[in-house]
């Protein structure tokens, strides 16, 4: 521990994911449904973070439309590579190929909490941007997410590498203002985030899909924790997904 905090970035990391664990374990964030390790359709595997682990129901939909299950590895708190809270997309993906390595499908989001976790912490990106910053993103925030790009189109490279035949990245929406949590000022960093996970799909040699979600989902679909989905969001979330994923079965 000593080495560890040693390390100003390891610091930085251990110090902003207490902090965010000390907020949201009260709010009843972290919880996540359990994994699907064995499911009617096993080629088929979704990772991520808490959009799709909180309730399970993005997953509840897509297993009525298609009349089967898929593996589910998804965990709140999961950032797209490394963190201490949650199994990062990674490891994510490396249990559901020592499971069963014969994958053809992902579906997945990841690179939301890299971004949320400092933001809601001290926001030491600066990826919040203020009303007098007319609406221009700071270019720490830039080159942050930047690096979270690269993070991406490795494992969807890997993937490919893996026999991996079709991704399907589902994009991040707008978060909202609430009592506990002001978020609508992370508008600039999502749009940035999610052009750049959409140009992660397009530069990846993996067949990989990429679903964007902000012009569907309102805050009318978002819970009062200011991120996650109703039943309302997770049924769009699905109804956006299952065009993309049906003629792949």
């Given amino acids: 521990m000593k080495n560890f905090l040693s390390k100003p970035k390891s610091l930085v990391r251990f110090t902003v994911v207490s902090l965010f664990v000390a907020a949201t374990i009260g709010c009843g964030f972290v919880a996540s449904v359990p994994w699907i390790t064995n499911a009617g359709n096993n080629q088929v595997v979704n990772i991520g973070d808490s959009i799709f682990a909180l309730s399970g129901e993005i997953n509840n939909f897509l297993h009525a439309y298609a009349g089967q299950t898929f593996r589910r590895y998804a965990v709140s708190g999961a950032e797209l590579s490394g ?124 067949d990989c899909r990429f679903v964007d979600p902000r012009s569907t989902i309102k805050d009318s679909d978002i819970k009062s924790d200011a991120i996650h989905p109703t039943t309302s969001g997770s049924q769009k979330l699905a109804n956006l997904i299952w065009p993309v994923l049906a003629p792949l079965l």
């Fill in 83 to 206: 963190g201490v809270l949650a199994p990062s997309l990674y490891s994510q993906y490396d249990i559901a190929k020592n499971d069963n390595p014969d994958i053809e499908i992902i579906i997945m989001d990841g690179g939301g909490n890299d971004i949320l976790l400092p933001a809601i912490a001290f926001d030491p990106y600066d990826c919040k941007t203020q009303w007098y910053e007319w609406g221009k993103l700071s270019s720490t925030c830039k080159n942050f997410i930047d690096d979270i790009y690269v993070d991406c189109v490795n494992l969807l490279n890997d993937m490919h590498a893996d026999g991996v035949d079709h991704v399907i990245y589902q994009g991040y929406y707008y978060t909202k203002n609430t009592l506990l949590l002001q978020l609508d000022d992370l508008e600039e960093a999502i749009d940035y985030g999610d052009a750049k996970l959409a140009l992660a799909c397009q530069n990846s040699s993996v």
